[in-house]
């Protein structure tokens, strides 16, 4: 099993950055992919982003692709989001997981098997 703790959420401004960590202990971290999921009030848990175990292959959400960068650092057993020119509808609470269950990269909710607690992330206008 991995635990996972997410931390870098906050509230800035439109057109701001934040980084989110997500720190994972247990099982070696570089046995599982993982990804970057976020929940807007009312709405449902979408992927942001996702990265293989070796970050040679990573996928982004439409809506993201150019201000967001996933990477990892598996000798820190540590993923990043990096969020630039954040916008308004970026708020929701962001959430870590790992996947065990896919060869390469996990785009799908369901492919994952663990997850973090969460962190919010509050862009405003």
């Known amino acids: 099993q991995v635990q996972l703790v997410e931390s870098g959420g906050g509230l800035v401004q439109a057109g701001g950055s934040l980084r989110l960590s997500c720190a994972a202990s247990?099982?070696?971290?570089?046995?599982?992919?993982m990804g970057w999921f976020r929940q807007a009030p009312g709405k449902e848990r979408e992927i942001v982003a996702a990265?293989?175990?070796?970050?040679?292959?990573?996928y982004y959400v439409d809506s993201v692709k150019g201000r967001f960068t996933i990477s990892r650092d598996n000798a820190k057993s540590t993923g990043y989001l990096q969020m630039n020119s954040l916008k308004p509808e970026d708020t929701a609470v962001y959430y870590c997981a790992a996947s065990n269950l896919v060869s390469f990269i996990a785009t799908a909710r369901s492919e994952y098997d663990y997850w973090g607690q969460g962190t919010q992330v509050t862009v405003s206008s």
């Open positions: 247990g099982r070696t971290f570089s046995s599982y992919a």
């Open positions: 990265i293989s175990r070796s970050s040679s292959i990573t």
